[in-house]
C-alpha cells in the first residue's frame, strides 16, 4: 500500500509570497545549467518560488523552457534573465508574453527593461550586493531585491549576509530576500526576524533528488566541507569547491588561461547562440566594471562553460562546482517538496521558540501573596 502523502504546511504571508504569488517565501536561485524546467517545476510545486537559468539558453530555448515548466505545473515561478545580454530586450518581452510571474536579475537591469517587465505584469527582482545597489533599482522601481552575501556559492562578495542584509532593509522599503549562507528552517526564521520577506537558496536546492545534475557530482557536493574563493576562472571573486580544475587554474600562466577562454568562448557561443560582437561588447563591459585585464576579460565565458562540464557532463576532475559555505552542512538529497516543507515547519518551530524566550515574565508583584 502507497503510503499517504503528508499534508502540506499552511501558507506563510510575507510581502515575497503576495508578490511571487507562491504558499511559502522560499526562492530556489537561477543557477546556470542546473535550474532547468525539472527543477523549477519541483519547487514551485511545492510552493516554493523556482527561478528558471536562462543566461546559458538562447532565445528559443528559454521560449521553450518557460513552455516546459508551465506543462508540469500552474503554479507562478521566475526566470533569471542577464540584462547585458544583446537580445536583453526580446528576452523580457518574451516573459511578458509568456506571463512569467517573476523575472529576476543578476546585474541591475536596465531602467527601460525595468519598466517594460512591470507595464507587462512581470515583478523585477534584481540580486544586489550592496546598499547602494539595492538604492538604484528601487529608484528605478524593481519590486524587490535579493541580497547575497559573500557565503553564497558563485559570484560573490566579501560582505556577509548578516552584516549586508540589515543595511539593505535600512536603505530600501520594498521586499528583501535573504541569500547566502541558507539550508533550513532556522535560516528562514532568522531571515524573517531580521525584517527580510523570505530566502534564497542555490547549493541547497542543487542537492536535491529532483535536480538533474549528475550523481556523481552530488556525491562530490555531499563528501567536500571546504568551499574556496578564486580568481581564476574569469577574473570575478567566485566561490567554488576545491577541484583540480581550480588548482590547475591557480597555477596557470596568463598565455595558459587565454587559451582555456577563446576555446570556451567559442563553446558558449555555439551553446547559447550568442553572437562574437555581442561578447566583446559584453568582455568590455566587464573591463570597464569590474577593472579586469584583457585576459580576464576574454575568460567571462570560462565560467558557464566550465559549469557545463561539471552539472550537465559529470567532470568533477575538470568543471567548476559553485558552492555555498552551506555545503558543509549538507548531508542530504530530499525532494523539493521535503525540502520546502520541512524548512517552512523548522522555521515556525523556532519563531515559536522565540516567542516563548521572549515573552515578558509574568507580573509576579499584581499577584500577591
Not at 512591470?118 to 519590486?143: C, I, L
Not at 537558496?201 to 545534475?213: A, C, E, P, Q
Not at 581550480?246 to 553572437?275: M, P, S, Y
Not at 585585464?293 to 562546482?321: F, H, K, Y
Request: charged content about 20%; proline content about 6%.
Amino acid at each position: 500500500m502507497t503510503p499517504a502523502v503528508p499534508s502540506p504546511p499552511a501558507p506563510m504571508d510575507t510581502p515575497l509570497t503576495r508578490l511571487a504569488g507562491c504558499r511559502y517565501p522560499v526562492v530556489q536561485t537561477g543557477m546556470g545549467w542546473v535550474a532547468g524546467p525539472g527543477l523549477v517545476a519541483a519547487v514551485a510545486e511545492a510552493g516554493g518560488l523556482g527561478i528558471l537559468a536562462s543566461a546559458t539558453m538562447s532565445l528559443e530555448e528559454t521560449a521553450a523552457a518557460i513552455r516546459s515548466v508551465r506543462r508540469r505545473t500552474d503554479a507562478p515561478f521566475g526566470v533569471n534573465l542577464r540584462s547585458d545580454a544583446a537580445d536583453a530586450r526580446e528576452r523580457a518581452e518574451l516573459l511578458v508574453s509568456e506571463g512569467v510571474r517573476v523575472a529576476s536579475f543578476a546585474l541591475a537591469p536596465r531602467r527601460d527593461l525595468i519598466a517594460l517587465l512591470k507595464e507587462g505584469g512581470v515583478a523585477v527582482v534584481p540580486t544586489v550586493g550592496a546598499p547602494r545597489h539595492a538604492e538604484k533599482v528601487a529608484a528605478w522601481g524593481a519590486d524587490a531585491v535579493m541580497v547575497q552575501g559573500a557565503e553564497g556559492g558563485g559570484h560573490t562578495g566579501s560582505v556577509a549576509t548578516t552584516v549586508l542584509l540589515p543595511r539593505v532593509l535600512d536603505a530600501v522599503d520594498i521586499p528583501v530576500v535573504a541569500a547566502g549562507g541558507f539550508r533550513d528552517g532556522r535560516g528562514l526564521a532568522a531571515a524573517l526576524a531580521f525584517g527580510a520577506s523570505g530566502i534564497g537558496m542555490g547549493t541547497r536546492f542543487l542537492l536535491t533528488s529532483d535536480s538533474s545534475v549528475p550523481e556523481a557530482v552530488k556525491r562530490a557536493y555531499l563528501e567536500s566541507d571546504e568551499t574556496v574563493v578564486t580568481r581564476a576562472v574569469d577574473g570575478i571573486p567566485h566561490r567554488v569547491l576545491r577541484t583540480p580544475a581550480i588548482d590547475a587554474l591557480e597555477r596557470a600562466g596568463t598565455a595558459r588561461r587565454l587559451i582555456l577562454a577563446l576555446r570556451n568562448a567559442r563553446a558558449f557561443r555555439a551553446e547559447a547562440g550568442t553572437g562574437w560582437g555581442a561578447m566583446l561588447r559584453e568582455g568590455w563591459s566587464m573591463r570597464r566594471s569590474q577593472g579586469s585585464g584583457i585576459a580576464q576579460t576574454m575568460s567571462a565565458a570560462n565560467t558557464p562553460m566550465m559549469l557545463r562540464a561539471a552539472m550537465v557532463e559529470g567532470r568533477t576532475d575538470a568543471g567548476v562546482m559553485s558552492a555555498g559555505q552551506t555545503v558543509a552542512a549538507i548531508t542530504d538529497l530530499p525532494s523539493c517538496r521535503e525540502l520546502i516543507h520541512r524548512t517552512v515547519e523548522e522555521a515556525r518551530r523556532a519563531v515559536a521558540g522565540l516567542s516563548r524566550t521572549c515573552a515578558e515574565p509574568p507580573d509576579t508583584a499584581a499577584s500577591g501573596p
